[in-house]
């Protein structure tokens, strides 16, 4: 039962399969649980700092005007060699995030074998190592780019910048304005595959809701353009919002649209006189956005005050109540669906043909389920036979998430709310 299968073969093959998830699994979980026993932190930092100095002595080094990383620029023109630099470092970091992505971090490999070497590891670390310096690389490569731009301090760091004195009184009692430009903080696209990472290994969403998420970013930086992330502002969310609520309710759904640009899109659906997504949809997108913010005040790159002043109190249309956005059955209509054939009497294998068997399993209950229950179809569908249980002679049906559950993921419950 199981197994979901009356034939022994099928069975045996289907348990021969089970066998061998089940020590896959386990040798990986005894993998990780030495990894987690062992700090790559130190190996990681010594990394990073080579890194940035190495960065730092060719600048140095360079004749003034000339590139850091590019191989092709206009002898003479800065400007261009330092958009030249810019492209070579981003697609440099591009390639990066990709393998980290993949979880394939091929090109760190043989420099993971050598630092597995030099600190006596064992030959289990050698992928997560390899993964490490792949992270250290992107965030060496942000500073790069940082520094490129001329935002990133070179030599006169603010480890070295004396601490911060008392404010002096000035004339009329006032003091003098101490605000002072944001930091510097990356742009915006650069943490989207870290985020996604993040929200893979960490938070473990679907591979659907993070799709989605990938679709909200997208417009995000398409709309508000892609900025250092310290920049934007509640205007630019409420701008965010308000051209989401004139994309047409088709949006994505067709192989056309790829490419294109949201401008060019709206500007078609507004020929069409087409229907426009719902309010619903759009705060969807709000939601998505607000977990990837919060990814940047995680990282320190804004804080939660910005981040909820860009996120809260944004209005929407009430979609109304569910039981009112469709019609309920008639009980004429409700008599004609239990008197079908499988409620009554259908072939064991064909249930549209007339037989003697009732069979009782999904088909026969959901509908039963559905009709005096006020659950979503989706958690009466994922129910199992311990799910019902009797409570001092009253039956009841239990749904809810388990610790165990939660771990396995055996039920995917009804998603946690955003703050």
């Known amino acids: 039962m199981s197994l979901r299968t009356r034939h022994f073969r099928e069975a045996e093959h289907r348990a021969a399969l089970v066998d061998g998830v089940f020590h896959e699994a386990w040798g990986r979980a005894l993998s990780e649980a030495e990894v987690k026993g062992t700090d790559l932190g130190p190996i990681l930092r010594s990394y990073l700092r080579k890194a940035l100095e190495r960065d730092l002595q060719r600048r140095m080094d360079r004749e003034p005007g000339a590139p850091v990383y590019a191989y092709w620029w206009e002898p003479g023109d800065p400007d261009t060699s330092t958009e030249a630099d810019l492209q070579a470092i981003r697609e440099k970091r591009a390639g990066l995030a990709h393998d980290l992505a993949r979880n394939d971090p091929k090109d760190m490999e043989d420099e993971a074998a050598a630092l597995l070497r030099k600190h006596s590891l064992p030959e289990h670390m050698l992928r997560p190592l390899a993964l490490g310096l792949v992270e250290a690389s992107i965030r060496a490569w942000n500073t790069a780019e940082r520094r490129t731009l001329g935002t990133e301090p070179l030599i006169f760091s603010e480890e070295h910048a004396p601490s911060p004195a008392a404010p002096e009184r000035v004339a009329g009692g006032e003091r003098p304005d101490l605000r002072s430009e944001p930091s510097a903080a990356p742009i915006a696209s650069s943490l989207v595959e870290p985020f996604f990472i993040h929200r893979d290994t960490i938070d473990e969403i679907s591979h659907h809701d993070m799709s989605q998420e990938r679709t909200t970013l997208r417009l995000f930086l398409d709309i508000c353009g892609d900025r250092p992330i310290n920049v934007y502002g509640r205007a630019d969310v409420t701008a965010f919002l308000n051209t989401l609520r004139q994309l047409p309710t088709r949006y994505g759904k067709s192989p056309k649209d790829k490419g294109r640009s949201v401008a060019d899109i709206i500007a078609d659906a507004d020929r069409k006189e087409a229907k426009r997504i719902s309010d619903v949809t759009v705060k969807r997108h709000l939601t998505a956005l607000a977990q990837f913010l919060r990814f940047a005040v995680d990282l320190g790159h804004i804080t939660k005050t910005d981040r909820d002043n860009m996120t809260g109190g944004h209005k929407f249309r009430e979609a109304g109540k569910a039981r009112n956005q469709r019609d309920a059955w008639t009980s004429e209509e409700l008599k004609a669906l239990f008197a079908s054939l499988v409620w009554t009497c259908c072939h064991e294998h064909f249930r549209s043909q007339a037989g003697p068997h009732v069979i009782r399993n999904a088909r026969f209950w959901l509908p039963l389920l559905a009709l005096y229950h006020g659950a979503r179809l989706e958690e009466l569908a994922d ?37």
């Open 383 to 419: 129910l199992y036979r311990r799910d019902v249980w009797c409570d001092e002679g009253t039956w009841a049906i239990r749904i809810e998430e388990t610790e165990d559950n939660a771990e396995s993921g055996d039920r995917d419950l009804k998603g946690e709310a955003v703050e």
